[in-house]
């Protein structure tokens, strides 16, 4: 069956003449491709390169059982943020831990294109080739950040809803089991994906009953509530075994980076999402294109929730992002384009063609070098003793370290946030301990209580903590009444008696040698960007 190069809305003759048309084999070739560009940058790496994506693969590494945990324990708990954590460590039993590492994050660059194409095939009966423009969202600031929880199961709240709206079982009974089971799967994989798809079966079936059967359907209505109990059970479950429910709305800066999070993938990101923005909202406002009436009520609430959401919810902090990646898919998924606007349509497509071969390319760049450092690194730690603990300290990144090799600085470069979180590959290659920086509550494994330091900081106090502060332990106290040394920006800090809890010193800097005189410490390793100091007695 052919497939139509620009989606028609409605039954009208009119909309239906001029429309040309290619082959079905030809369609699936393009998204083929389309899939293999997305993917690609994932070939020539052997970690992607995700702030926060370490520490996920650190915690497959450890549940799995793939290498030493002495220092560590199993903690599984009903948590709502486990979705790398229950299917990673599944696949890792049966798949080397390598290429688990790569089919989840290609799941999260695929799925929420698949279930664009999916909703489409649901509610239109045909995909045609506007599903390709969510390829463009591929790339934003929740994978940049390396939510890798939140997108694959935001990917499986879409293609859940494609199956919820064709609605193939017939069976009452049988239909609220088999959505209960699903609402329940997302909600334990992820707390806002899940949340996305309770937004979009209400919103749904609003619709169907405004613009469809005109009528309220109370019978459905209480079988669609009826589907999520168990789910809202499990969340009622699961908040005990959360962290903070610490909620703040966040500044303007803030509020700016999620209006073009969908694309914010790099600082160019940003001018890119402008352009699509113009061009998408003159389409609409000519209503040459327009949203299907299925999905109306749902995006509208999506984008009014974008409006209000806080930056940090339920100790969540970047919310604010979620929701305007998750209405940018939805807007693909529902969008319909006339024959009048083909042209525009055309236009769109040439741009964002260009824009995702620029942007293919800047990420392949900048995950190849910054894999190299990390195979640097990680050769240096995989000669410490196994189980050694380590405090991680860093200096100021050089301007002129930002560049990444001929990729401009205004598409894309370096930022000291991609080495935040080392010390969970220091895990992976050595068994280490790095007190503090790698669990969290919401996480199933946690450090053996026999082995955690008197005082344990956070990761981001690891971070901001520079190695000339470990010289000064001795001159702050804690409201606790116990000595340590802290950061300049963060109110948590190490134990001055620090030398003797610890084994070495890793410090990012860059480069730049720090002064090491009033330290207890001896230089052992060293790269391009990091010094390694056993600490002495």
Known sequence: MPFRVTEIIGNHPAD?????????????LIYTLAFVALLSP??????????????????????????????????????????????GTGLALFIPFQIVNKIFVGACIILPVLGVIAIRRAILGYVGSVPLFGCLFVYNYAFYWGFVNYLFTLGCALNFFAFYCIRPIRI???????NSAIASILIVFHLFAFAIYVLLVIGYEADRMTFRERRIDFGRSLRSCLEFGPSILIWMMSVRNGESVETFYGNFANKMVAAVSTMLFGDGGAIA?????????????????????????????????????PFSMMGSRFADVRLPIALS???????????????????????????MGVRIWSVTESWILLNQEYQEFRSAIRELPPGSRLIF????????????????????????????????????????????ALFTLWSPVAERPDQASPVVPSASTRWYLQLQDLARCDSVSTSAGTTSCRAASSADG????????????????????????LLPLRPVRQGSFFHVYRILP
């Not at 048309?21 to 030809?26: K, L, V």
């Not at 006339?338 to 741009?351: P, Q, Y």
């Not at 010390?423 to 007190?435: N, R």
Request: one cysteine or more.
């Open 393 to 436: 300290v860093r200096s100021e990144m050089p301007p002129d370290r930002a560049r990444i090799g001929a990729v401009p600085e205004w598409l894309m470069r370096r930022e000291e946030l991609e080495y935040i979180h080392l010390p969970a590959l220091a895990v992976i290659d050595s068994g280490a301990v790095v007190p503090g």
């Open 42 to 87: 994932l070939w020539w790496i052997e970690v992607p390169v995700l702030i926060d994506y370490p520490n996920h693969l650190a915690r497959i590494w450890l549940l799995s059982g793939q290498g030493p945990s002495g220092s560590y324990v199993v903690d599984w708990k009903l948590l709502p943020n486990l979705a790398f954590e229950l299917v």
């Open 329 to 355: 898919f939805l807007l693909v998924a529902g969008t319909m384009v006339r024959s009048t606007g083909r042209r525009n349509c055309l236009i769109f497509a040439a741009l964002a063609s260009c824009w």
């Open 16 to 28: 239906l003449t001029g429309t040309s048309r290619i082959p079905g084999a030809m369609i699936i």
């Open 273 to 309: 999402f402008c352009a699509v923005a113009a061009i998408a909202f003159f389409s609409f406002l000519g209503r040459e294109w327009v949203i299907h009436h299925d999905l109306r009520t749902t995006i509208i609430a999506l984008f009014a929730l974008s409006l209000v959401m």
């Open 494 to 517: 190490f134990p001055a008696e620090w030398p003797s809890h610890f084994d070495f010193v890793i410090s990012i800097d860059f480069g730049v040698v720090p002064e090491t005189a």
């Open 172 to 178: 009452p009974w049988l239909g609220i089991a088999v």
